[in-house]
Nanobody, 127 residues
C-alpha cells in the first residue's frame, strides 16, 4: 500500500520561505515518480512540480519556476518542496503525489487514475 505523509505547511508572510516534506514508504519512493500539487479554495487542483524516479529530472509549473525547488532524499524516502519568495497566490492545500512511471519520466500535469495522494498540508501566505 502506498503511504504518503506531508508536513511543513504553515502561515508565512509574502516573500518568506517554507519547506514541505513528503515521507513515503520505502517501496513507494524507489518505484514511483513523485510530485506536488496544490488546491486553492474554489479552484481545481493544479500541478506544481515533479521529480523522476532517477532524481535526475524535474519539472515545474510556470507560476513557480525560479521560486520552488523539488528534491528527493533516497536515504530518508522523503521528497521536499522548497518554496521561496512566497506570494499570497501560493496559498493552498499542498498535496504530495506518487505514480508508477518509467525511470526518467515524472508525473503529468493532468489527472491520472493511477495516482496516489497524501492528506495535504495547508500553506497560507499573508500579504
Amino acid at each position: 500500500q502506498v503511504q504518503l505523509v506531508e508536513s511543513g505547511g504553515g502561515l508565512v508572510q509574502a516573500g518568506g520561505s517554507l519547506r514541505l516534506s513528503c515521507a513515503a514508504s520505502r517501496r513507494t519512493f524507489s518505484s514511483y515518480a513523485m510530485g506536488w500539487f496544490r488546491q486553492a479554495p474554489g479552484k481545481e487542483r493544479e500541478f506544481v512540480a515533479t521529480i523522476t524516479r532517477s532524481g535526475l529530472n524535474t519539472a515545474y509549473a510556470d507560476s513557480v519556476k525560479g521560486r520552488f525547488t523539488i528534491s528527493g532524499d533516497n536515504a530518508k524516502n522523503t521528497v521536499y518542496l522548497q518554496m521561496n519568495d512566497l506570494k499570497p497566490e501560493d496559498t493552498a492545500v499542498y498535496y504530495c503525489a506518487a505514480e508508477a512511471r518509467p525511470w526518467n519520466e515524472g508525473l503529468s500535469s493532468g489527472p491520472s487514475e493511477n495516482r496516489y495522494w497524501g492528506q495535504g498540508t495547508q500553506v497560507t501566505v499573508s500579504s
